[in-house]
Each structure stands twice: as structure tokens, then as C-alpha cells.
């Protein structure tokens, strides 16, 4: 059964940090891997999706990578803002057949001005 | 068109009521989702429509019933709700269903149950 962690639970960091966030998975079987942002009270807006046979992806300030054979995926984020702050979410898309999203808990991200 | 919309967005109800959540998305996409996100949590799968068809339905209780009444659109029939249904309750929806397709989220209905 594919598990997901992201550590760390929460963080603060002063703005214009760079700053890294981490996913880690159990079953590198995976078609792909999703990072989402989360406002409180909100819906998942998708930031990066990184298939299986991708390094890294690229958006604006953000980066993420993945290392499918040793089950990692990190989350960077140039130049931080305020309005960075929310909550992301890593999740894994595993397995022929496999119809669910296996989401981590989250990383809250405050950025404080 | 890269959106899915949700109707309403907040809701609250009385455990003897009948309501319905609404999802819609014109990408397009032959398969769609129910998730449920409580608190601090993230969100669990409930259902999956592929082809308008129910494909998966995660041991979810029968007071849930959901509905699949074209490609572009999903509903979730509410009745007879606990107090700990309470939650966020998100569609997703992707091209098609499993595999390596991504799935884009709405912005969700919060439902309070009374």
C-alpha cells in the first residue's frame, strides 16, 4: 500500500527566503506525482505534475523534482512571498488500475514580511 | 476552459434533510471524482465516474448517492447526514480515469451537518 509523507508538518520562513519542501513515497511504482497548493477552507489548485519518467518540472518560481527509485520528491520555491503562505499538498498517482490519488498530510508554509 | 466548478459553496443541513452538491467541468474529460477532506486531513477518495459509469465507490455509507448524469457533470445526493459528515467536500475531475492523468480540483463545498 503506497504511503506518503511530507516533512516537515509546518514551516516559517521570512520573505525572500528560498525554501524546500519534501515528499517522500514508499512504491516507486508511480505513473506520476501531483504538488498542490491549498488556501484554508479552500480547493486543491495544482501547481506541478511530474510524470514517471520526468527529473523536474518548472513553473515561475517554482521547481520540483523527483527521484522515482529512491521515492523522493522535493518542492522549491524561489524568492518567497507572503502570498506563498497556504498549505501544499504532495500526491502520487500509483499503479496500473490505480484510480486514487495517495495524498500526503501537507506542508503549512507561512511567509512572514 | 481549465476549470471545475462546484455548487454550492457552503451548505448546512439538518440530519433529517435532503440536499444535493453539484460539479461541473467543460475540459472535456471522461472521468470525475467525489472527494471528502475533514480538518486538517487530506482529502479521501469516495467515487469515480468513468464514463459516466460508477467505477469505484471506496465503502462510502448509502447516504451518500452519487450521480452521473452526463460527461460534464457529477452530483452528490445527501440524505439523512451525521454530524461527522461535516467536511470539505472537493471534485475532481480527469481525461480519463486511472493512468497517468491529472486531476484538476474544484474549490469545494463545505458542508456543515447540524
Known amino acids: 500500500k503506497q504511503e506518503v509523507t511530507q516533512i516537515p508538518a509546518a514551516l516559517s520562513v521570512p520573505e525572500g527566503e528560498n525554501l524546500v519542501l519534501n515528499c517522500s513515497f514508499t512504491?516507486?511504482?508511480?505513473?506520476?506525482l501531483q504538488w498542490f497548493r491549498q488556501d484554508p477552507g479552500k480547493g486543491l489548485t495544482s501547481l506541478l505534475l511530474i510524470q514517471s519518467s520526468q527529473r523536474e518540472q518548472t513553473s515561475g518560481r517554482l521547481n520540483a523534482s523527483l527521484d522515482k527509485s529512491s521515492g523522493r520528491s522535493t518542492l522549491y520555491i524561489a524568492a518567497s512571498q507572503p502570498g506563498d503562505s497556504a498549505t501544499y499538498l504532495c500526491a502520487v498517482n500509483s499503479g496500473a488500475g490505480s484510480y486514487q490519488l495517495t495524498f500526503g498530510k501537507g506542508t503549512k508554509l507561512s511567509v512572514i514580511p | 476552459d481549465t476549470e471545475v466548478t462546484q455548487t454550492p459553496k457552503h451548505l448546512v443541513m439538518g440530519m433529517t434533510n435532503k440536499k444535493s452538491l453539484k460539479c461541473e467541468q467543460h475540459m472535456g474529460h471522461r472521468a470525475m471524482y467525489w472527494y471528502k477532506q475533514k480538518a486538517k486531513k487530506p482529502p479521501e477518495l469516495m467515487f469515480v465516474y468513468s464514463y459516466e459509469k460508477l467505477s469505484i465507490n471506496e465503502s462510502v455509507p448509502s447516504r451518500f448517492s452519487p450521480e452521473c448524469p452526463n460527461s460534464s457533470l457529477l452530483n452528490l445526493h445527501l440524505h439523512a447526514l451525521q454530524p461527522e459528515d461535516s467536511a470539505l467536500y472537493l471534485c475532481a475531475s480527469s481525461l480519463l480515469a486511472g493512468g497517468p492523468n491529472e486531476q484538476f480540483f474544484g474549490p469545494g463545498t463545505r458542508l456543515t451537518v447540524l
Open positions: 512504491d516507486s511504482a508511480i505513473y506520476n
